[in-house]
């Protein structure tokens, strides 16, 4: 399965660095693709659109609460039998997705047997955004931003009597960074 596309684009590194990148700067596609996978990898989602992906859920309270977001469209839901080991089809009549949560809610009035054990729910969606956000795309170029300018191993920078040090964390994210992707990182229940 190929990388998916960087959340930022190489045009919008150089509009923040004020100097003009190529959209085929090796360099500028790396630090990109990087900063994009940093973001995932914290965010614990795709960010942009994946169509027809099936997820195994385990019920909560008898709802069902998908991981990716945003939820654009449910195109299935099955449910397994434990005692025939078969997966069956759920009419979209029997449930209800609220697309803005995550979430299917079973519609207690659709008389089925919907199971509660782990894994017992089998959901195809679609997720994720056709635009990336601004403050994730941001985030993306900051990021790119700090190691296109600054040469690998460099922690401290003097000129004169400024002096500039440059902390990073262990996943790459400064706190300013941090705080933009908690205010968008999913809540989730536990």
């Not at 990148?21 to 500028?28: G, K, L, M, Y």
């Not at 509660?116 to 990021?143: F, K, L, N």
């Not at 931003?145 to 262990?170: C, H, N, W």
Request: net charge negative; aromatic share 10%; glycine share 6%.
């Amino acid at each position: 399965m190929p990388a998916p596309a960087p959340l930022a684009t190489p045009a919008q590194l150089g509009n923040f660095l004020q100097q003009t990148i190529a959209d085929t700067d090796p360099v500028a596609l790396q630090l990109l693709a990087e900063a994009s996978a940093v973001i995932r990898r914290y965010l614990d989602q795709t960010v942009t659109v994946v169509t027809g992906d099936v997820e195994l859920c385990t019920p909560l309270s008898g709802k069902v609460f998908l991981s990716q977001w945003p939820v654009n469209a449910v195109s299935l839901v099955e449910i397994y039998d434990w005692q025939s080991g078969a997966w069956s089809t759920v009419s979209a009549s029997a449930y209800r997705p609220l697309l803005s949560r995550g979430m299917i809610k079973p519609n207690p009035y659709a008389f089925v047997q919907w199971p509660c054990g782990e894994d017992s729910w089998r959901v195809t969606y679609d997720h994720g955004y056709v635009t990336v956000p601004d403050d994730i795309q941001g985030v993306a170029v900051s990021m790119a931003a700090r190691f296109y300018a600054t040469p690998t191993g460099v922690d401290m920078e003097r000129t004169g009597m400024r002096q500039i040090k440059y902390s990073l964390t262990a996943d790459d994210l400064n706190a300013i960074e941090r705080i933009t992707l908690d205010g968008i990182r999913f809540a989730r229940i536990a």
